[in-house]
């Protein structure tokens, strides 16, 4: 049985791996990552540090999935004190004195935990001190070598500081010519004495991979937290799972989720690809579709869309389209198999079913992947998220040679302009960088057995 522990700045992989010799260590947590992890009934995982500026946080959802598919899920010290403080309640195991702060309400603050650090490639070094730390050391020096009125005006000091700039070497300089720089001198002299009491975040961390060791999950008691919640399955985490469920894509890790956005994208049959799949979850062919429109009363003489289905249409096509033909453009671009969702979290048949058209996808999604990584290796400033929304839609305007890019979207599966804006920012470097296989994408039909199909009847 795997256990994965995610760390750093906190405690350096060598010591994890020191105290653990069976971990997988991974970096920092953030959102997606727990979704991706190849894990089991009977795995573990312990989070330590994660981030939440960079990128977003891991969310409490992500967390719950994994403790509901049988992973034992615990944090410590940092990110994972705060989890564990919010999510023990529901069987996330919390360990370590900054976890009992947070749940006993202590400690509040969550940038109380903050820190600087630098990037991956440098080790995540920590480049500042967390409040808890401060909070934690002044605590053991009280009646050995300050008071409990000289321990809560130096940690006031120090909690003025913004999180970036707090450290105990900071807090030595602010106090000195002032009335606590005695108490100062003398905290800082039993720090050096007793250095093991400055840093309670590496404690918490040490002592949570020795209780990982020494508490294996048994193989025949897995972790039970009864049935799974109806309230954890939303549209949210259903989302997440499809972004960040691993597909085969060679040597980048990739999701089904950029597969098919890569064809939505790219692929110039795509639009037909979409409309088979909506009309046959609808009513199985074209007049399955308008009858299902038709009883639902979207519809109306002659199958001229309604005032609601008409919002779908652009005003060249309502000036020079026909009833049934309309009604079915409308039907596809507002097709969603749930709030949100357009045609569920899944690839259409059309793409599952063709073998050599998928792994080209997932291919193309993997250099795309590769190539933003190769980015943020040469500008460690760049994020995916951050690029311009501008670039993104002048790329595909062109692209599609289309006139209304909203209506561009829906035709090609996608929810709108900022599903465009999502997927875009993922794939503008391989756009650009002239790599995509023109002529394979250019090669692919969607044959007349569907769309004979679609108008049968």
Known sequence: MTVHVFAGPTITPERITDLLPQAEVHPP????????????????VLIIDGLFQQAPAVRHKEILHLIHSGVRVAGTSSMGALRAAELHRF?????GQVFRWYADGTVTADDEVAVSHLSDEDGYRQMSDPLVSVRYGLECAVDVA??????D????????????RRSWRTLWRITEATPLSDAAARARGYLAEHPQNADVKLLDAEFALRWMLDNPVPADALPSHGARPATLNTVYLADWRWENTPAPGGDWQVSDYHALGFLQLFLPAYPRINRHTAITQIGGDAAGALAAARAAGLLGAGNEPGPGMREWLTDDELATGTGGELALTALVRSFRTAPGVRTGHALPELVSSAQPLLRLARSCAAAAGALNAARRQRHPEFRVEHVRTDLVEEFFTQRWRCSDLETACWDRGLTGIGQLHELGRYFLLLGRSGRVPEQALAAVIVGAATEQREERG
């Open 29 to 44: 947590v953030q959102h997606g990552d727990l979704l991706q992890l190849p894990v089991s009934g009977g795995d573990s």
């Open 146 to 151: 300050i008071s409990a009125a000289e321990r």
């Open 91 to 95: 069987g996330m195991i919390g360990i």
């Open 153 to 164: 005006a130096l940690f006031a000091r120090a909690a003025e500081l913004p999180f970036a």
